[in-house]
């Protein structure tokens, strides 16, 4: 080998080496040469992370710490970003690790959360999870991605001024819970490998975290003053069942403060409750430059040191932001913390990269390495993305007008500012889609003669010329869409609702488009929360949709719900209030239950005294549907731990869950659902139970959620609905003092919502006595 062809070749492998340690993402242990026990993959992972973490100085260790991490060349470690998001599909918008180019231009952008939610469709939610997964680990075998997601927010919609409503599940504790459980379960599962990652997910913004921007008041010097009432039975129960049942492998802690003290600082709630009771198997991270917050907008510590020594000794494992790069050796070295709490935070981080598979050599030997850029925008993460949109879609009013005939409808009027809205339609946290059909272009291939007026250039609608032009065109038309709402300007990041009016003009675009049309007027609603249509009164519209943001295929969804060819099954996952409850109620205030004596109506469909516009779960059907109870408990029986029992059953009208043998504790409810309609259609199935009045309890929800089930019926047929309610969780009521109990007594239970056919059934909660040998005992007693 000449001198030449040898020194070219050195040239090579070392650049190849700086370009493992020095580019982003790339798998750490490539190099055989490297003979360090962290890469063996015969040993367990608390043994290699033992060994990585021996091998660092305290000055790596805080570099490390952070969530733009550098390379350890001498450990082969390559640069890794953390910082990436998966709200609803890979986005680029926001975060650090996902990028688009030429190799993958797009990637599959579903609904915004808000809109998958309206869904109520559990196996939807873990097949986007999937998705998302999927193409992530493509993206990642591609360098254009990295393996953790700090998604799913479960926060609950608790006031509809949030401006990122739109990224939750909505209002109830239950439905959060279920979306995240699925939506991680879906991003992080790895078949028959339990402990193993396909990718990261992680749950936020823990916890009581629901304002941004109101009124002068900011989100990182918001101190949320929650009751234990509210924490338990509100606020954390999404949280919980991430961490528990979902087995998320990260949990975000939020700017604000609860009761005085930062999330991120918070010893009890990081350690004591997320790792400590519930149990979290993963790491725990800060939003973005939280720990700064702290210290520089909180003025919580006089020191930035304090600030890392407080958060770290909390449980902090990761930094979103500089601080810890910047002060964690300062703090070791002040005896603020003990370099022991800084591998432990290092081994929680770097724990989650071994069960990915980062420190397990070239990716396409691992798991998901044959997974590429073929695996991203595929016709089936399309059509996902056109399902979900559509299965959320609500139907709020019909006088008939919907579903239009295209035999009929000859020539259609589409007005409005979100007509044709495109960077609208995917919502905050977004990519670049894989396509994106807006209604007006999806539309057009449903009419052979189609009339296209804004009405307004922006959503503030402010041409009076060009709403009297949408005015004339809705005159010459045989039927109008009339596509209104928010977008981000209104209802975004960083920015709250002050009212719950359309934006600018658009009442008067909707009610002059009303009162000059020929034909009827279809309203189409696209926004991330509730929008006051009290205007609307006896304006004679046709019919109204709420879309959400439905995502990259959201035109498609909308045509087809509008023309007929999908029947809506969407049912709202929050209130829709009145203006006057949000000139009634400061955002700031974090009570959810009714307090007559000041005035305070309450918050969502559980406590909320006040009438509504439209009650969550409402939502209509192109058909009929009709449900019949055939099985149902006339009596649960509770026997407390260890099978004793009490011999005076009416000792006490309640029981502490604790006391109680709950696994084996279910209640199991039948129906039969028939469709007596002339169209196939999915029904949302609600089933909720109103406790008994308990003298002295306090605080108890007017009705709560236990159960729901979306199901698909053909006309004319009728399918069986079965549940299996975990008693202790879900019957379960919380006492002023944060304590489940099951309240002994008749309750009801009530199946569909206020606005359809429901069916209400009595049943007693009560003390297992020594004759009674099972622990839930169910009579066939529906009548």
């Keep these: 080998m000449t001198t030449l062809h040898l020194s070219l070749m050195v040239t090579i492998v070392c650049f190849s080496l700086f370009f493992l340690a020095h580019s982003v993402n790339g798998n750490a242990c490539q190099d055989e040469r490297q003979n360090f026990e962290f890469c063996n993959l015969s040993l367990p992972y608390e043994e290699r992370v033992k060994d990585l973490i021996s091998r660092l100085t305290l000055h790596e260790k805080a570099q490390l710490l952070v969530d733009d991490s550098p390379a350890v060349e001498r450990l082969g470690l390559p640069r890794y970003q953390w910082w990436a998001e998966a709200l609803h599909g890979l986005a680029n918008s926001v975060g650090r690790s996902v990028h688009f180019n030429s190799t993958v231009p797009g990637a599959t952008s579903f609904p915004a959360v808000i809109l998958s939610a309206a869904s109520f469709n559990q196996s939807l939610w873990l097949e986007m999870g999937k998705v998302v997964s999927t193409e992530a680990r493509g993206m990642y075998n591609v360098h254009q991605a990295g393996l953790n997601y700090w998604s799913p927010t479960v926060n609950m919609y608790r006031d509809p001024r949030w401006g990122r409503g739109q990224e939750t599940p909505g209002e109830d504790p239950l439905l959060s819970a279920r979306y995240g459980v699925n939506y991680v379960r879906g991003l992080q599962d790895v078949e028959n490998q339990p402990n193993n990652l396909k990718v990261s997910a992680c749950c936020k913004h823990y916890t009581a975290y629901d304002l941004d921007r109101w009124r002068g008041v900011n989100r990182k010097r918001f101190d949320a003053k929650v009751t234990e009432q509210d924490l338990e039975d509100s606020y954390q129960p999404a949280f919980r069942s991430c961490v528990e049942e979902g087995n998320v492998s990260c949990v975000m802690c939020s700017y604000n403060k609860v009761n005085g003290i930062p999330t991120c600082a918070d010893q009890d709630l990081l350690k004591g409750v997320v790792r400590g009771k519930w149990g979290l198997n993963g790491y725990i991270a800060s939003d973005c430059d939280s720990v700064e917050v702290i210290h520089l907008n909180m003025s919580y510590t006089s020191t930035p040191e304090d600030a890392v020594a407080l958060a770290l000794n909390a449980g902090l494992d990761m930094n979103c932001g500089n601080y810890y790069r910047s002060y964690v050796e300062n703090a070791v070295h002040m005896n603020k913390v003990d370099e022991a709490v800084v591998d432990d935070a290092l081994a929680h981080n770097f724990m989650v990269l071994m069960r990915l598979g980062f420190f397990d050599g070239f990716r396409n030997s691992l798991p998901f390495g044959h997974l590429g850029p073929a695996d991203v925008c595929t016709q089936e993460h399309q059509q996902l993305a056109v399902d979900a949109a559509k299965q959320g879609i609500v139907l709020l009013e019909n006088n008939g007008s919907l579903p239009l005939s295209q035999t009929i409808v000859n020539k259609l009027a589409v007005i409005g500012p979100n007509a044709n809205a495109s960077e609208t339609m995917l919502s905050i946290y977004a990519g670049v889609p894989c396509r994106l059909t807006t209604p007006l272009q999806a539309l057009y291939k449903y009419t052979s003669h189609l009339i296209y007026e804004p009405g307004c250039l922006s959503v503030a609608c402010e041409d ?320």
């Design 464 to 783: 009076q010329n060009m709403i009297e032009s949408a005015s004339r065109a809705a005159a010459l038309a045989d039927a109008t869409v009339l596509i209104v709402g928010l977008n981000q300007s209104f209802e975004a990041e960083d920015l709250d609702r002050q009212n719950l009016s359309l934006p600018g003009n658009q009442e008067k675009l909707v009610l002059e488009v009303v009162n000059a049309a020929k034909g009827p007027v279809i309203l189409v609603i696209m926004s991330g929360g509730p929008v006051d249509l009290s205007f609307l009164n006896d304006s004679g519209i046709g019919a109204i949709l709420w879309a959400g943001y439905p995502g990259e295929a959201g035109g498609d969804a909308v045509a087809q719900v509008i023309f007929g060819y999908y029947n809506p099954g969407g049912r709202l996952p929050f209130t829709w209030y009145p203006q006057e409850y949000v000139d009634q109620v400061d955002m700031t205030d974090m009570n959810m239950r009714a307090n007559s004596a000041r005035n305070y109506p309450g918050r969502t469909y559980r406590f909320y005294s006040g009438n509504a516009l439209y009650h969550f779960g409402h939502g209509m059907s192109y058909t009929q549907f009709t449900k019949t109870l055939t099985f149902a408990p006339s009596t649960v029986y509770v026997r407390s731990i260890g099978f004793s029992h009490i011999s005076s059953p009416n000792s006490t009208q309640s029981v502490d869950i604790s006391t109680v043998d709950c696994p084996s504790l279910r209640m199991h409810v039948i129906l039969e659902l028939t469709n007596s309609g002339s169209s196939i259609g999915s029904h949302v199935m609600l089933v909720f139970v109103k406790p008994p009045n308990m003298v002295g309890f306090g605080g108890l929800p007017n009705i709560q959620m236990v159960d729901f089930k979306r199901t698909q019926v053909e006309s004319g047929k009728t399918e069986q609905v079965s549940f299996d309610i975990n008693v202790c969780k879900h019957l379960s009521m919380v006492d002023p003092q944060g304590v489940r109990k099951l309240i002994l007594g008749e309750h009801a239970l009530i199946i569909g919502s206020s606005t359809e056919q429901q069916l209400t059934h009595q049943f007693n909660v009560a003390r297992a006595s020594s004759k009674v040998r099972s622990l839930n005992v169910i009579v066939r007693d529906v009548s």
